[in-house]
């Protein structure tokens, strides 16, 4: 079994940061696109931050700088640092890969829980 366990949403003044971060729960052989998305009520989700299968990093337009996505290789893990957020950014953020369980394996998608990020102006 392999899951996405994401941690670090919560309420925050406008200006302020946050930390997100996504972790792999389970053994796994091969993970591609780690990235994380975000829902706003309402709204389809859309995409925040990913790295491509290149492992350059690529931003939605509305990031604008104010986000990094990081990785760390060793454990399988990464984050998103939320900086100088606004109240548009209040959503639901989910963290996301395309895993391969084992040499045999598809590729097939997972997703995180989903952890609420509200930025109260």
């Known amino acids: 079994q392999v899951q996405l366990v994401e941690s670090g949403g919560g309420l925050v003044q406008a200006g302020g940061s946050l930390r997100l971060s996504c972790e792999i729960a389970?053994?796994?052989?091969?993970?591609?696109?780690a990235s994380w998305f975000r829902q706003a009520p309402g709204k389809q989700r859309e995409l925040v931050a990913g790295?491509?299968?290149?492992?350059?990093?690529m931003y939605g337009d509305f990031v604008k700088g104010r986000f990094t996505i990081s990785r760390d290789n060793r454990d399988n893990t990464w984050s998103l640092q939320l900086n100088r957020l606004k109240s548009e950014d209040t959503a639901v953020y989910y963290c996301?890969?395309?895993?391969?369980?084992?040499?045999?394996?598809?590729?097939?998608?997972?997703w995180g829980q989903g952890t609420q990020v509200t930025v109260s102006s």
């Open positions: 996301y890969a395309s895993i391969r369980r084992t040499a045999w394996s598809n590729w097939a998608d997972y």
């Open positions: 389970g053994n796994i052989f091969g993970i591609n696109a």
């Open positions: 790295f491509t299968t290149e492992g350059s990093t």
